[in-house]
């Protein structure tokens, strides 16, 4: 059998601190995103938690926040359409898996809702909504420099076709997640920063962090372990 997945624990340098981050590879052909309503430690799946929602944390949430797409779930009534609601939605930074004969690749654009994106890329396979890096993304200096613990996801510049799901148990800001991402070689400009605090969790067979154990609407899965 083959992993179709590589877990590893760069450690980087913020500031004076120096500390691990937790990332997960893998091909974007094995990445989806998976409503799950409720902590990634009641499911069986390997991955992190996903994008912002509507909720108290406690109980399965009222809905999704954040573009929660996938091409597998159409009409089953599991996917979120919208960065915000179907009433209020809200340009977000949104990363994107689509196909392009038998590969799939990574890209990232700002959009209000899955009609935008399936404008852009035709043969869209996954969209995740998130926040961008920048400090227009996050509306005040507080929620961009203010620390908190991690997740976001990006891809890789060279060929596209590899994913990064990334946590920092560690409290690190905006500016911070931005210089992790040049250490490991990745790019901020590929990324997409997913909700954080205590919703930040990941699940791998090596690894399992569960921050505060909340009720979170979808996560980011791995489709298969190994082949």
Request: no cysteine; proline share 4%; charged share 20%.
């Amino acid at each position: 059998m083959t992993k179709l997945y590589s877990y590893k624990e760069p450690t980087v340098i913020v500031g004076s601190a120096q500390f691990k981050v937790r990332m997960i590879e893998t091909p974007l052909n094995n990445i989806k995103t998976e409503t799950i309503n409720k902590p990634i430690s009641q499911t069986n799946y390997s991955g992190i938690n996903g994008g912002f929602f509507v909720g108290n944390y406690t109980s399965p949430p009222k809905r999704g926040d954040s573009i929660a797409w996938s091409y597998n779930d159409q009409g089953t009534g599991e996917n979120h359409n919208y960065n915000g609601s179907a009433s209020k939605q809200e340009s977000r930074k949104t990363f994107v898996v689509y196909q392009e004969g038998n590969f799939y690749f990574g890209d990232t654009m700002n959009a209000k809702n899955i009609t935008e994106v399936k404008n852009k890329f035709p043969q869209v396979r996954e969209a995740i909504g998130g926040i961008g890096l920048e400090s227009s993304d996050w509306g005040s200096d507080l929620a961009y420099y203010g620390p908190s613990q991690r997740t976001f996801m990006a891809f890789d510049e060279t060929s596209k076709r590899f994913g990064y799901l990334i946590i920092s148990p560690e409290r690190i800001n905006i500016p911070a997640v931005k210089s992790i991402l040049l250490q490991i070689g990745l790019d901020s400009k590929n990324a997409v920063v997913l909700d954080g605090s205590g919703s930040t969790a990941l699940s791998i067979p090596e690894y399992k962090f569960f921050g505060e154990n909340r009720y979170i609407f979808n996560m980011i899965r791995l489709r298969r372990l190994q082949r």
